[in-house]
């Protein structure tokens, strides 16, 4: 790992996650979080001269962690773009697909980011900074109807109608400009006992907000089945609830209410199968890189047969 990736993103399940992969030396491979390239470097190390891997990362940040090397490219684009921009490249199907969802070290570490409850900053939180939409703008624009929904939904917090009034109350006086503004609006709200928590829910709320995340990982899953070649590979890191639930239903039954369609004769799509169970870092790498305690990797290989007989 270099100096520079190790400061950028320490990769977690870094092992687990390429094994999983089983990566055939002539492949095409798609990392869709870049990040610090731990990963990435990890993968072509496996391939040969014929391997391709591209990979996605919409923050430009990560522009300065490309690899030296003709068998790699990086898309700054939003992994929800898979599927054309695989075709801009010129590839129609890969032989495997890797996501470490969630927000790398650096963009958490970086205070003018303001996607870390431990830094003042701007209350920004975006990954992609050309596009318009601040936290600043969701916390202060939004009215207090969908800033509940989106605490409750995306940060699963129980008393999101009451953070909500919180902030409205607040904002009347002045706007919330930056991360410690948003924690003193709120404060009052919050036991002590479990701040660190619940403000990491609050702050999570907004950047999926922000980001759209739940609906580019809908997005590119859909995807992935149409890509992934049959044999191919599916591996997704996630590190909270939403983002699992999502990846196991989409794994178990195609879609995200993880029910299995059947027709009328009872044939079913199917178009990947479970590999193995959930994998979870070891104490020792959790003792390294406490960011990795939650997470989860799933993998999935593509089927190839699209109709089963229930």
Do not use: C, W
């Amino acid at each position: 790992m270099t100096k520079q990736e190790s400061t950028y993103h320490v990769p977690v399940l870094l092992r687990e996650a390429v094994d999983a992969l089983d990566i055939r030396p002539d492949g095409t491979y798609v990392d869709v979080t870049f990040g610090g390239g731990g990963h990435s470097r990890a993968i072509l190390e496996k391939l040969g001269p014929e391997g391709r891997l591209i990979a996605f990362d919409r923050d430009d940040d990560s522009s300065a962690n490309v690899p030296d090397d003709p068998r790699f490219q990086l898309i700054n684009a939003d992994y929800r773009f898979l599927k054309n921009y695989l075709r801009l490249a010129g590839v129609r199907q890969i032989d495997g697909l890797l996501a470490d969802l969630g927000v790398s070290s650096h963009q958490f570490d970086t205070p003018s980011r303001g996607f870390s409850t431990r830094f003042e900053g701007p209350l920004d939180m975006r990954m992609d900074r050309s596009q318009k939409l601040t936290a600043a703008q969701v916390v202060n624009e939004y009215d207090e109807e969908d800033l509940a929904r989106i605490f409750a939904q995306y940060g699963e917090l129980r008393n999101a109608r009451q953070l909500a009034k919180a902030i409205v109350r607040y904002r009347k006086d002045k706007p919330i400009e930056t991360t410690e503004e948003l924690i003193r609006a709120v404060e009052a709200h919050i036991p002590k006992r479990l701040r660190n928590k619940m403000l990491a829910q609050l702050f999570q709320a907004l950047r999926i907000e922000v980001n759209g995340e739940l609906e580019s990982l809908k997005e590119m899953l859909r995807q992935s089945q149409e890509l992934i070649k049959p044999g191919g590979r599916l591996a997704v890191i996630t590190y909270h609830s939403l983002e699992d639930r999502l990846v196991k239903r989409f794994i178990q039954s195609g879609n995200f209410d993880g029910i299995i369609e059947k027709d009328f004769y009872g044939h079913y799509s199917l178009p990947f199968k479970k590999l193995g169970k959930p994998v979870t870092p070891s104490a020792d790498e959790i003792k390294r890189n406490p960011r990795a305690r939650s997470a989860k990797l799933r993998v999935a290989i593509r089927t190839g047969e699209e109709k089963n007989q229930g």
